[in-house]
């Protein structure tokens, strides 16, 4: 619903005091600069056909940000925050493993400075190590880019470690224990 993939049947979505959606009512153009999806299955997310750097490229020549060479080097710079050797961005998604590319998908989404990332199951799927590598890289650009983080997963332990505050669809609010 924040997204407006779907409307509400009652109620309204907000996002920073202003309307996003109702059932009437859909967000417009400028709110997706501004909050970003990543979702759970990198490979139906990423284009098949495109290399993994025009994928990231493509959000930000959409909204109208940067020259293209301010693009591709921000895609390249997303990509080692990521982890990823920026080389691998003129491979395309299927020559990745599902680690890399839900890396490339989480830097494509970075890649137009949203202040929501919504992550919905990103971790499913993935190893622990690689699990643990990418809660540590999140957590890192979080607080990098200022960004609010909505980290949906049926994992609590990995999400009390990136969220300050967990809502459980149970309806408990859960406040892990500062550090």
Known sequence: MILGVEAPDAGQVFWKGRLVCDAKTRPNRKFFSRVQM????????????????????????????????????RADALMQAMGLDPDLGRYRP??????????????????????????????????LPLQADIMAHLTSIQKDFNMALLFISHDRDSTSRVCSRIIHLGGKTILPQPD
């Open 38 to 73: 990543v979702w759970q299955d990198p490979f139906v997310y990423l284009n098949p056909f495109l290399s993994v750097r025009t994928s990231i490229v493509e959000p930000m020549a959409a909204f109208g940000i940067g020259t293209a060479r301010e693009r591709r080097d």
């Open 94 to 127: 299927g020559m990745l493993s599902g680690g890399q590319c839900q890396r490339a998908a989480i830097a494509r989404a970075l890649s137009v400075s949203p202040e929501l990332l919504i992550c919905d199951e990103v971790l499913c799927g993935l190893d």
